[in-house]
């Protein structure tokens, strides 16, 4: 089953047949609509990280609608699916001067659960760039039982400005902040129970894992954000054009 907030058009809760919970909802998140839900996946548009505007962009703190849905009485007979969109209006242009057309499909196949997001640029006459990401906390058993693999080509927030991460897993002992550019379209975060969560992905250049440690005392325990991300270069939308991201999300037994 999955939950989502039009605040944000967020995902906030992925859950197996078994009741086992797939994403970490921070103790600290609100639901008033007074800022970021912290947790689940929250959507970063258009802007990832620090810059210009606001952190990680306005889109995970505005509503969006629903444009489309399809939930038949029979689950067997149909994939329940929604669309939800989200335009520039005049809040959008006063931080970020464009025009676009942003809509993010969630779908539930099974205990997969897919996420299509596509970005429009439908004005005549302006070009934009953006960076995004879904920024997926994932709930672990314990974080120093959890280990992201199949990650490599690292630029770290905490080691040099760029270097190559050794080894076969990245276990988190300690803060993390790594953007893994290139980074393929397949990783594992192994949760600590013999499970891992799998993220397969397509047209999402970059990963980012994030783990803030003892900074956050009451939360650092119990998730680890494994990012999809166009973080690295921009992408550039001329008028007219587009550009879409697809990721897939589901549990595999070890």
């Given at each position: ?9 967020q ?14 909802i ?10 970021p ?12 990280g ?57 779908n539930?196949h ?10 429009i ?79 397969s ?11 803030p ?5 009451d939360?650092?325990r119990r998730f ?21 991201a697809?990721?897939e999300?589901?549990v595999?037994?070890?």
């Open positions: 089953m999955v939950e989502i907030s039009l605040f944000g058009g995902i906030t809760s992925f859950r197996q047949a078994s009741g086992d919970e797939v994403l970490y921070r103790p600290d998140a609100v639901f008033d609509r007074s800022k839900i912290a947790g689940g996946i929250p959507l970063c548009f258009p802007q990832f620090p810059g210009a505007i606001q952190q990680h962009g306005f889109a995970r703190n505005v509503d969006w609608s629903v444009s489309d849905s399809s939930a038949d009485p029979n689950p067997d007979d149909r994939e329940p699916e929604v669309q939800l969109l989200l335009r520039d209006n005049e809040f959008t242009r006063s931080i970020w001067p464009h025009e676009f057309q942003a809509a993010l499909t969630v539930l099974g205990e997969r659960l897919r996420l299509d997001f596509r970005v640029n439908p004005s005549s006459g302006g070009t934009f760039d953006f960076t995004a990401a879904l920024h997926s906390y994932i709930e672990v058993v314990d974080v120093e039982r959890s280990a992201v693999k199949y990650l490599d080509k690292v630029v770290s927030a905490t080691s040099p400005p760029e270097c190559e991460e050794e080894g076969e897993a990245v276990l988190i002992q300690g803060p993390v902040d790594r953007v893994y550019l290139d980074a393929g379209e397949y990783a594992e975060l192994h949760v600590g129970n013999g499970a891992a969560v799998a993220l992905s397509h047209g999402w250049r970059d990963a980012v894992v994030w783990n440690w003892t900074a956050m005392p939360a650092y680890v954000c494994v990012e999809n991300a166009v973080a690295a270069v921009p992408i550039r939308l001329d008028p007219g054009s587009g550009w879409r697809r990721l999300l589901y595999n037994d070890l």
